[in-house]
């Protein structure tokens, strides 16, 4: 099992932008694949992004695609979500999640799993 700390929300004009890191522990990072959801009050966990454990290919929800950036750091043990030309509709709580593959993380349903996630909250 890994530990995962996500970190980096807070309050965003919508067209700024935001970067959110998810922070491992416990377990050898670049054995997982990463991913990143959200979820809003009264809605359903959606998945984000998703990038592999040497960060080679990636997936991304089409609601996010072109403005948001998946990446990993390896020798730092984390992965990061840069999120530009944030729109309110992006406002969530975001979850980061860990597997063995990138389909597994695809898969999940992650937005209760690990931590608490970073609250986005992003103005209109």
């Known amino acids: 099992q890994v530990q995962l700390v996500e970190s980096g929300g807070g309050l965003v004009q919508a067209g700024g932008s935001l970067r959110l890191s998810c922070a491992a522990s416990?377990?050898?990072?670049?054995?997982?694949?990463m991913g990143w959801f959200r979820q809003a009050p009264g809605k359903d966990c959606e998945f984000v992004a998703a990038?592999?454990?040497?960060?080679?290919?990636?997936i991304y929800a089409d609601s996010v695609k072109g403005r948001f950036i998946i990446s990993r750091d390896n020798a730092k043990n984390t992965v990061y979500l840069q999120m530009n030309s944030l729109k309110p509709e992006d406002t969530a709580v975001y979850h980061c999640?860990?597997?063995?593959?990138?389909?597994?993380?695809?898969?999940?349903?992650?937005?209760?799993?690990w931590g608490q996630g970073t609250q986005v909250t992003v103005s209109s």
């Open positions: 999640a860990a597997e063995t593959t990138l389909w597994r993380v695809r898969s999940l349903s992650a937005c209760d799993s």
């Open positions: 416990g377990r050898t990072f670049s054995n997982y694949a």
């Open positions: 990038i592999t454990w040497n960060g080679d290919s990636t």
